[in-house]
């Protein structure tokens, strides 16, 4: 007999901790949604919701561009 599965909706990181704006300088926060190949991680991976996914991949681009971020991992 198997038990039941219950799937928990997982909660935005920043609606939870409410927090309005992501600054691509807080190179510690935006490490934690980079792959370790220095990709971005998809929404379904990070669990972060629409808005704020838009808004943490300009600002990932934004500190890449910077030279804050590496492009690719070797």
């Known amino acids: 007999m198997q038990k039941p599965v219950i799937n928990k909706k997982r909660q935005c990181y ?3 901790n409410n927090i309005k704006e992501i600054d ?7 490490r934690r949604f980079i792959s370790s ?19 943490l991949s300009n600002s ?11 492009f690719v991992q070797k």
Request: hydrophobic residues 50%.
């Open 14 to 16: 920043f609606c939870l």
């Open 24 to 30: 691509y300088k807080d190179v510690n926060l935006l």
């Open 37 to 55: 190949f220095a990709k971005i991680v998809s929404r379904k991976r990070s669990g972060v919701c629409l808005t704020h996914q838009r808004i």
């Open 60 to 70: 990932i681009k934004r500190a890449r561009i910077m030279a804050l971020l590496p």
